[in-house]
């Protein structure tokens, strides 16, 4: 999708766009296609190397090179008491939306009861019209993690997640 070229290079209060202007600005960034999963079980890891969380993992494939990928994942993460659970996103095999700590989150829990409700929001740039896969990965310093429910409970689901990947034009 081509970037919109008539429109004003500038607004001040009281301009008003033609028509043309107003086609062309509903062409640029635009949610071009989508796919969502929801995990409604429960996920547990002992790994202290990144683990992909089952089902949370899609593929697009974008329309163009400049077109980027919103990711969205909503998440409801607990640990053992005084471990901690770190959360990456993670595209064809590589770590993405890292922080200056190489990661895309860490999340700590100091009680057993807490279920921490998180939510990763990142705008990606794959630079391809290959298929990309999109996955959520965890860790745990030691102990266990758990996804959809604390560490205090013994049901495999206390809450839920979801994980959203959509194409934006460019």
Known sequence: ???PTSLPATFVAGNVLTAAQMNDLRGASRILQVASVFKDDGFTTTSTSFADITDLSLTITPQETSNKVLIVASLAVGTDAGNFVEVVLDRNGTDIANNSDG????FRVHDTVILDYITIVYLDSP?????????VQ???NTGTGYLNRPASTSSARTATSS?????VSA
């Open 1 to 3: 999708m081509a970037t």
């Open 103 to 106: 990661r895309t989150a860490v």
């Open 127 to 135: 630079a391809s019209t290959s298929a990309q896969t999109y996955k």
């Open 138 to 140: 965890m860790a745990v």
């Open 163 to 167: 994980f959203t990947i959509m194409e």
